[in-house]
C-alpha cells in the first residue's frame, strides 16, 4: 500500500504536543478546563438524539447485541445514569424496555458477550438486579447454561464471537456479584481456550498459542490475540488462581512472539502473514495492542512491555484520526481509548492530554466528512460508544473501554 493510499484512511493530526505547564485535572481528578463544558454540552444534546433516535424508528429491532444493538445502548445509559450529576429516572425505564426485548431474542446459539446472548443476558443480570430480581435470575440461569455450547467445535475461541467473549460475560457478573459465578466455570472457559490453543498448533507456526477465524490467524483484539490473551490476564488479575503459573508463562512466550510480528513503523499486522501495514482500530492494530501490553506488564513486571504499549500509544497519536468515524470499534473513540489506559498505567500527562485532543475532535461529530456507520447509534459503530467514551474522558483515572475493560490500569 502506497503512502497515498495509507493517509486516506486517516486525518493528519495537526494537534500540538502537550504544554507541561497545563493542568489538565482538577483537585478531584476530573478533568478541567473548557472543554469539560463542551463535553457535557454534547453528552446532553446528543444522548437525546440518541434516545429518540433509537425509540422512535425502531433502530435496531433485528439487532439485540451489545456491539451494534438494544443491549449496547442499555450499556451506555446505564454508564450515563451512573455518572454523577448525570442521573435520568427516564433512562432506566429505557434500559429495561431494551434489556427486556434483548432477553426476548435470545436463541442460547451464541456463546459471546459482544456479539452473543451472553451480552445481554450478563447485562440483565446485573443491572435489573435490584429493579426486576427475578428477570435477573433468570437470565444468570440462562448465562450458566450457555456454557453446554464449550464443547462445541464450531464455536470459535476470539473474543467478538467465541469463548474469549464468554468468559468475559462471566467475569462481568462475577465483578459485581462474585457469588453468582461459580469459579470452576471460569476454570473451565480458561482450560477450553489454553486447550484449544495448543490442539491447534502445527509444525510451521510461529506462535505457542494457535487461534483461527475463518481460517486466519488475526492478531488483533476482537477476533485474534490480542482480545483472547487480554481477558486472560484480566482473569489473573480478578481470579489469580484460575490461571496456573504454567499458563502464565505460556501467555508470556506468546507476547513475546507477538512482538515480532510488529511492522517497522511499530503498528501490528491484522493477521499472521499479512504484510500489509494500514489498519490502526481498536478491532486491529496498535490501539488493542497498548491494553494487551500495558496489562502485561502490569502484571510481568517487565519493561519490555512498557517500551511495547509506548510505541503502540505513538502509532496511534500519528495515525489514530481515522477516516472512518467516531466509533469504538474502528473509530477515533475507540483509539482515544489507548491514551486513557496510558495515562492510567504511568499517571504521564502527556497521555491525558492526547486523550482530551481525540475528545475534542469527536465533539465535530459529523463534519470531517468521515463515513457514515451502518449502526449509527450503535455503542462500537456509531454515537453511543463515542458518548461512552467522551464520559469517561471526565473521570480518566476511572475510565475503562467498555465490554473489553473490567479493571483500571493505574
Known sequence: MSDRDLEKRYFKNHYPAYDETKHLLDQHEKLDGEIVSSIHSFIKTQTSKLVNGVTSNDYCIKD????????????????????????????????????????????????????????CLALSTVLLMNSDPELSKQSLFQLLSLSDLLSNDNIPDELLYGKAGYLFALLFVYQSYKHLIPLQLIQKVVNHLFEDGIANIASTHVLCLSYTWHNKHYVGAAHGYIGILYILLQVKLLLPSCISSEQLKTIALCLDQLLEL??????????????????????HGAPGAVHLYALAYKIYN???????????????????????????????????????????????????????????????????????????FSLFEGLAGTLYFLLDVLTPYQAKFPAFQLLSYK
Open 262 to 283: 510488529r511492522f517497522t513503523s511499530g503498528n501490528i499486522c491484522s493477521s499472521i502473514g499479512n504484510t500489509t501495514d494500514k489498519l490502526v482500530h481498536w478491532c
Open 302 to 376: 517487565d519493561n519490555k512491555y512498557l517500551s511495547a504499549a509506548h510505541r503502540f500509544a505513538e502509532v496511534i497519536w500519528s495515525r489514530g484520526l481515522l477516516c472512518k468515524g467516531y466509533g469504538l470499534c474502528h473509530g477515533v473513540a475507540g483509539n482515544g481509548y489507548a491514551f486513557l489506559c496510558m495515562f492510567q498505567l504511568t499517571n504521564d500527562s502527556s497521555y491525558l492530554w492526547k486523550a482530551v485532543k481525540f475528545a475534542e475532535w469527536c465533539l465535530d461529530y459529523g463534519v470531517h466528512g468521515c463515513r457514515t456507520p451502518d449502526h449509527p
Open 64 to 119: 439485540f447485541s451489545v456491539y451494534t444493538g438494544e443491549s449496547g445502548i442499555a450499556l451506555y445509559l446505564s454508564m450515563l445514569s451512573n455518572s454523577q450529576g448525570m442521573t435520568d429516572d427516564s433512562h432506566k425505564k429505557i434500559i429495561r424496555r431494551f434489556l427486556q426485548s434483548s432477553l426476548n431474542h435470545c436463541h442460547q446459539k451464541k456463546i459471546s458477550f459482544l456479539c452473543g446472548d451472553s451480552g
